[in-house]
């Protein structure tokens, strides 16, 4: 699980076996954890997170774009169609 990030009490990391998939992004500070599509950026599902939270989160994510989409394909490889 390549960590990507750190804000505050978030980790923003992706698992390594999730390529087959768009680029996105897994955010958790502890118990909770939510799924993110990068590009366009929107929730993908939440576990445990608030509204107030996935505000930031998202906020975070638009702040940081380039970097996350730049790891991703270093990772990764280009980023798959969603369709």
Do not use: C
């Not at 939440?46 to 107030?52: A, D, H, S, V």
């Not at 906020?59 to 774009?65: A, E, F, G, Q, T």
């Amino acid at each position: 699980m390549p960590t990507v990030l750190r804000i505050g009490p978030y980790r923003f990391f992706f698992y390594s076996n999730e390529n087959n998939e768009p680029a996105h992004i897994h955010v958790r500070p502890s118990d909770s954890e939510a799924k993110f599509w990068l590009d366009p950026t929107r929730l993908v599902w939440n576990k445990g997170f608030n509204e107030r939270e996935i505000g930031q989160i998202l906020d975070h994510l638009r702040s940081n774009l380039p970097l996350l989409l730049t790891r991703w394909t270093e990772y990764f490889g280009e980023a798959h169609d969603e369709s």
